[in-house]
Structures are given as C-alpha cells and as structure tokens.
C-alpha cells in the first residue's frame, strides 16, 4: 500500500471518529416521565378555589356541648385547602362563663365548595354539673374551676365562591384534669367517671370568607 493510500485511510478514520463524536445524544422528555406535580397541588384544583382564595374566615357558633359553648365567635385560617385552624371563644350553657378552644380540621373535598373531614381541639373554661336536687340521698356533683376539655368529631363543610361559609360538627369531648374536680355531697371515695365527664357536642358554624 502506497504512502497516499495510508494517509487516506487514516484521514477518513479520524473524520469519521469526530463525526461520531460531534453526534447529540437522543434527547429524551422528562415531562413525560412520573405523574404531573400540578394536579396534586390545592391551589391549582378547581374545586379547591373557595378555600384557596378565600382562606380566612369569620364565623358565629351555635352549639350543643360545643367546645365554644352555647354560642361562641371564631377565626378559621386555612393555609391549604386540605387543612383549617380555628381559634375562637364562646359562652358556656351550664354556669354561664367565657370559654375559649382551639381546634384543627383536616378535610376531604369531592366537589367544588363541598368538604368533610374530621376535627380535633382543646377547649378551656368553667364547667358545672347541675346540683338542683331536694332530695338529702342525691348523688355528688362536679365542678370545675378551668376544665381543659379535649374533643374529637367529624364535619361537613360547604363555602360558596362569594365566600359564605357553613359548618357542622359532631363528636364527643372528654375532660383532661379530672382529678381538680370541686364535689358537692361527696366523701373520700367519691370521684368522677367517665360518664361524668365525656359528653357529646354537635355545633354550627356560619360566617364570611374572604382573601388576604
């Protein structure tokens, strides 16, 4: 083989070698690749919006056992959809005394405006049995000075997009600090159960949403 011949080989086999390294990989599209971030984000679900754009919201509670009491006024401050904090004060039915609870609210929302979900709080106050009894056998009843009342419920929720908001809750509330109970007609054996001091609540809740 001829001096020109090699030279040609070479030549064509160091061209050939750029070319391919000049070449681009395929390129591949990553936003093809996993399920799309977007659709699991609240601000971007439509039916998420009523919370989403209106997450502050001023509300009046009527209630039975309620953690707020007979009648009470709160805040609800959502910073997701998906989740609520409420901070409210009321008054209490029995022995008639300022309350005030704090609760938070997971929800669930199938439809636009629509939720349930589930709440979960504290609550402090004044707490009295009723001790009306003429009768000298009667059986003891319980005071408390500052009940801490814990509570635990489920809930139904609807906000419109002009912002009126509606709630209502169910569940039942216990007392923590038993044991700093007050007892008329009681002796040393005497102590509160849990019948004394697990109650049932249910409550409703009207009031405004609007934005920051």
Do not use: K
């Amino acid at each position: 083989m001829t001096n020109g011949r090699w030279f040609s080989l070479v030549w064509l086999t160091l061209a050939g070698g750029a070319r391919a390294g000049d070449a681009q990989p395929p390129s591949i599209d990553v936003r093809e690749i996993g399920p799309d971030a977007e659709a699991f984000d609240d601000r971007r679900r439509p039916e998420a919006r009523p919370w989403t754009d209106r997450p502050i919201a001023l509300e009046a509670q009527l209630g039975l056992g309620a953690p707020l009491g007979l009648v009470g006024v709160a805040v609800d401050l959502s910073p997701s959809a998906g989740f609520s904090w409420n901070l409210g004060a009321g008054v209490s039915a029995h022995a008639p005394s300022l309350q005030l609870g704090t609760a938070v609210r997971l929800r669930l929302i199938p439809t636009t405006g629509f939720a349930v979900g589930a709440e979960g709080g504290l609550a402090f106050g004044r707490y009295a049995e009723p001790s009306e009894c003429p009768r000298p056998d009667c059986p003891p009843t319980y005071s408390w000075e500052r009940a801490v009342w814990g509570h635990v419920g489920l809930m139904l929720e609807r906000r419109s997009a002009s912002g009126l908001s509606l709630r209502w809750s169910f569940g039942s509330a216990g007392i923590f600090n038993v044991t700093q109970a007050d007892c008329v007609r009681c002796d040393a054996t005497d102590e509160p159960n849990m019948w004394d001091t697990t109650v049932p609540y249910t409550l409703v809740a009207a009031g405004w949403a609007f934005g920051p």
